[in-house]
């Protein structure tokens, strides 16, 4: 199956007064159309940093300092900004964090899916867009979509919200799309309703989908293959099942232990000691080392780097491959 999308050592960094730091460091990622790639850690990791360099919305002081973003065979990370543009929103498109502050509260979401879809076809018509987005509307599923449609941000639940920035992300019908913790601050109920819309949008649709979260949960029942980022770096890869049952970095087990079991009677989860060290203050060695359980002085000394351990499963560690429990 042909990539959709490549990452080859992308570096963004970002200056401070500290000098130059990188958030993201080196990370080699790719995604074929119609699968789903999950993208995890705690926060301060990268990831949010990793899907707006593919976006190329890096803020300033921010760049992309080196590497290649090859998207359908063009390095986005040299494309003048016209021609960005134009993939972005269209080809590319993003569901943030937040819709309650992603959205604006002074127009109606009608008028703002409206201005995203005009970004890409000036020369369709007022009522064709609007028909358009109201069928946007009723793709999400969001009852009463032409009421809805001249309706205000505030006037919508958060999880109407949600699905309010789904359809503005999929109004032009892109090719991928990235969702950013697209069910944080959702309840369970609401949460399974926007992966059920999801998944069942990349069926019909045929989309690539980079699903950016620190929620293990969502990863289980969402992604093909999962990426593992920690302090910058992909940690380790794999097919989801094999990160959930035979997983190969002490940081991926800390992840794991963490999640509670509903077949476990325990007082007390694991948790990782720490947290993750600042860009500018890296420790030397593996990353990870400071709060790794099993680290060995090999950790402190060389950073190890990604390599396979069993087909189609990498790892950044030195001590694996490792059995364990559930392997």
Known sequence: ????????????????????????????????????????????????????????????????????????????????????????????????????????????????????????????????????????????????????????????????????????ALSCEPDLLIADEPTTALDVTVQAQILDLLRTLQQQTGMAIILITHDLGVVAEMADEVAVMYAGRVVERAQGAAIFNDPQHPYTLGLLGSIPKIEEDVDRLLAIEGAVPPPFDLPAGCRFHPRCVFAEPACAAVDPELREISQGHRAACWLAPVETAAG
């Open 1 to 168: 199956m042909t990539d959709l999308l490549t990452i080859e050592g992308l570096r963004t960094t970002f200056q401070t007064q500290s000098g130059e730091i990188a958030a993201v460091d080196g990370v080699d990622l790719s995604i074929a159309r119609g699968r789903t790639l999950g993208i995890v850690g705690e926060s301060g990791c990268g990831k949010s940093v990793l899907s707006l360099s593919i976006m190329r919305l890096v803020p300033p002081p921010g760049r992309i300092a080196s590497g290649r973003i090859m998207f359908d065979g063009a390095n986005l990370a040299d494309l003048p900004a016209e021609e960005m543009r134009a993939i972005r929103g269209g080809r590319i498109a993003m569901i943030f964090q937040e819709p309650m502050t992603s959205l604006n509260p002074a127009f109606t979401i009608g008028d703002q899916i409206i201005e995203a879809m005009r970004a890409h076809d000036r020369v369709a018509s007022a009522q064709s867009l609007r028909t358009r987005a109201i069928a946007a509307l009723e793709r999400v599923r969001i009852p009463a979509a032409a009421r809805r449609f001249d309706e205000y941000p505030h006037q919508m639940s958060g999880g109407m919200r949600q699905r309010v920035m789904i359809a503005m």
